[in-house]
């Protein structure tokens, strides 16, 4: 079946210093999206990208779709401590009424 | 707006009572819905989602079982509980074909 894989699972890092996590897909994608889970909470939709080599952008968050449509990143500038919690991507193969989630990346920011 | 309801916030019941864990969602029709576990720290495994009433479609063998008696509510049940089955259960529902996934607050439940 498909497996989707993020790296790295947990990052640390200091208030103002950017983070990038990636994920990985074993078969190509028609649609990827990304969440992001507070600590105690429940995941929350960002962004989805459907286009190859598509980048997207939310203030401070870049998303973006690799050109053979089986990878994607996530990078944040400028860390806040608002941007704990962990990111999960989540790959839609097409035909089916599902998607399959990554293993998320956990991330702390140090204030 | 869409939104969608889940109860009970948390849950503590014994090793072999029923379970029966309610969503609804409101302001949209036909939803796709799906039944997630998470376990403490980890990621999320889709149980079971259903594309219509009567319509399940179960992604992991286990003693849990979904039902959709109306076209905005889904439920999951239980006739005997695990120790294995403890975990944050998440109801999410989808209206495009792109299946985007949008969550409801979630249960805590703690089997002891």
């Known amino acids: 079946g498909q497996q989707v894989m993020q790296i790295p699972q947990y990052q640390h890092v200091q208030e103002g210093e950017d983070f990038t996590t990636y994920c990985n897909s074993s078969t190509t994608l028609s649609n990827i999206q990304w969440y992001k889970q507070r600590p105690g909470g429940h995941p929350v939709f960002l962004i989805q990208?459907?286009?190859?080599?598509e980048v997207k952008k939310q203030k401070r968050l870049t998303f973006q779709f690799g050109e053979a449509k089986k990878n994607s990143s996530l990078h944040i500038t400028a860390t806040q401590t608002t941007d704990v919690g962990t990111y999960f991507c989540?790959?839609?193969?097409?035909?089916?009424?599902?998607?399959?989630f990554g293993t998320g990346t956990k991330l702390q920011v140090i204030p | 707006s869409q939104t969608i309801h889940q109860w009970p916030a948390t849950l503590v019941q014994p090793v072999g009572s029923p379970l029966s864990l309610e969503c609804t969602v409101e302001g949209t029709s036909n939803p796709n819905l799906y039944w997630y576990r998470q376990a403490a720290g980890r990621g999320l495994q889709l149980l079971f989602y259903?594309?219509?009433?009567?319509?399940i479609s179960s992604e992991v063998p286990q003693n849990l079982s979904a039902s959709r008696p109306q076209d905005r509510q889904f439920i999951l049940s239980s006739k005997k509980l695990l120790l294995s089955d403890s975990g944050f259960y998440l109801c999410?529902?989808?209206?495009?074909?792109?299946?985007?996934?949008?969550f409801g607050p979630g249960t805590r439940l703690t089997v002891l």
């Open positions: 989540a790959g839609n193969s097409g035909g089916y009424q599902k998607v399959t």
């Open positions: 990208l459907v286009k190859s080599g």
């Open positions: 259903s594309v219509g009433i009567g319509q």
């Open positions: 999410a529902w989808s209206g495009t074909a792109y299946n985007e996934q949008f």
